[in-house]
């Protein structure tokens, strides 16, 4: 059985498919057999943040509506020999996605997979709930700033009661906190909510903080999980993150502000 | 000093709820027919239940001494006539009844064309369920609501999430989003919260914003409730 992990969000833009992409990667990388499905059905892009755009050929959609079978639609990763992508119908909208046919591949997949990371669409609406209502475990992501932090609590109420798991009365799902985009020189400067006020509000378990980071931009234009950037910030602390989601505990790093050395001082940096 | 400034009795204006009787036929015939019918409905529900009745479209004077014995015969308790005019106050007056004022406009009255005698309880005398605990965060979007008695968080209430109580509301938390206490209108109710950070607060419809609030009660342990119809708060410790 696959455990089913929903990136999700609330707001838009915060980093959900960079993040679904990059923990995606990292669980392979780790030897888990992972697929990565993308849930924004007419805003198609975990395509080209995996850098697969070029070989979609069905969807998520042809599989739910009969018109493919799962193995002509999934994309094998060229990188990695157990990580497989779903894409979004680029051409279709989200009430294409209904839950007998949501559950229906989810049980297909479950069937191969070990993980199965759902990339959710923003918003709360249909989209938003599908990728959502079938999750065991739930990677909140946030930007230390106020209204992503609202947005997160809203999703995080809709987590524990529109869920398949609170409907049926099953434990809940595992809520984890992942930050993004976190600037340390502007926490310093209070231009920027620190992880300690975010906590403080969402109080849930925080899975790992991904510093701002140009390697983010980079990856993502090139067409590689930032994961893979092993040399970069935000690489780095994508590893840490996966290190913890499956069970290692790792100190988190980039909370603060770098100490400049000298050099760093009189050339910049 | 002390004991000698102490006054024996005092009189302080309080708000209680009460029922309001509004009939169409004043005649104690009929008023002992439709009760006993009514109060057949919930047996002991209304026992000994203060009442006032609506004289507001009476046209002659009711006998209001038979209409007093009735009560009382019926294990209710007549405290006085509301909307009565000069005439109708005299003869309530004389028969050892309070004239009080109508109950405010916009609240829910019983179609006046309503041919039976019907009783309509003011909402918070009635206590129908039991007081929730809930040991989880209310978060953004969220809505609770108790009806007829306590609400107990232990968690925060994001900002956005409502908690709504006819009694009263207790958070052993943060409170970010709204709360209202005494929500059918009992101005006896408070709230408690452990960490005072909200975008409203109301109790019995008396409301404080999150813009009054700021100043020395801000994210602290305190205690909200209603005194002469005014807000008042206090530190819990």
Redesign the interface.
């Known amino acids: 059985m696959a455990k089913i992990i929903v990136v999700t969000s609330g707001k838009g833009g915060v980093g959900k498919t960079t993040t679904s992409a990059a923990i995606g990667t990292g669980l392979a990388l780790k030897g888990h057999k992972t697929v990565i499905v993308d849930f924004d059905i007419g805003l198609r892009n975990l395509d080209l943040i995996m850098g697969c755009e070029r070989r979609v050929v069905y969807d998520f959609v042809n599989v739910i509506n009969g018109e493919a079978n799962l193995k002509q639609a999934l994309i094998k990763d060229k990188r990695l020999e157990n990580l497989f992508i779903l894409p979004a119908s680029q051409t279709r909208d989200k009430d294409a996605l209904h839950k007998e046919g949501v559950e229906r591949v989810l049980n297909e997949l479950s069937e191969e997979f070990d993980f199965i990371i759902c990339d959710s669409p923003a918003g709360?609406e249909s989209g938003a709930m599908m990728a959502l209502y079938f999750a065991d475990e739930a990677i909140v992501v946030t930007n230390p700033e106020v209204s992503s932090v609202?947005?997160s609590?809203?999703i995080?109420?809709?987590l524990?009661?529109k869920s398949r798991r609170a409907e049926q009365g099953l434990p809940g799902i595992k809520e984890h906190l992942l930050l993004t985009r976190y600037n340390p020189e502007r926490v310093q400067k209070g231009e920027m909510l620190s992880v300690d006020d975010v906590n403080?509000?969402l109080?849930i378990k925080l899975l790992g903080v991904i510093p701002e980071s140009q390697a983010v931009l980079n990856a993502s234009n090139s067409g590689q999980p930032v994961i893979l950037d092993a040399e970069s910030d935000a690489g780095q602390a994508y590893l840490d993150t996966v290190a913890r989601l499956t069970g290692e505990t790792v100190p988190f790093r980039f909370l603060n502000v770098e100490k400049k050395g000298l050099l760093k001082r009189i050339f910049g940096g | 000093m002390v004991a000698m400034s102490d006054p024996i009795i005092e009189l302080k204006g309080s708000l209680f709820p009460l029922s309001v009787l509004y009939c169409q036929d004043f005649s104690v015939a009929s008023l002992r027919q439709e009760l006993s019918n009514k109060l057949a409905q919930a047996p002991g529900f209304f026992t000994q239940a203060p009442v006032v009745i609506s004289v507001e479209n009476c046209e002659q004077i009711p006998d209001f001494s038979a209409i007093k014995q009735l009560f009382t015969e019926l294990q209710l308790v007549l405290v006085g006539v509301c909307g009565a005019d000069a005439t109708l106050k005299k003869a309530a007056h004389a028969a050892g009844l309070a004239a009080l004022q109508p109950p405010k406009a916009g609240k829910a009255e019983p179609a006046k064309a309503a041919p039976v005698a019907a009783v309509t309880p003011a909402a918070p005398t009635v206590i129908t369920t039991e007081n929730k605990t809930l040991e989880q965060n209310i978060r953004s979007g969220q809505q609770i609501y108790v009806k007829g008695a306590d609400l107990i968080i232990r968690g925060t209430v994001g900002a956005g999430a409502e908690v709504i109580a006819d009694g009263n509301i207790h958070i052993y938390g943060a409170l970010r989003g709204k709360a209202i206490a005494g929500a059918g209108g009992d101005a006896s109710k408070k709230i408690y919260c452990y960490n005072m950070q909200p975008e409203l607060i109301s109790i019995a419809g008396n409301y404080w914003l999150s813009d009054n609030l700021q100043g020395d009660y801000w994210g602290k342990p305190v205690c909200i409730g209603l005194q002469d119809g005014q807000l008042m708060m206090a530190e819990l410790f």
């Open positions: 709360i609202r947005d609590d809203r995080l109420g809709m524990s009661s403080d509000i109080a």
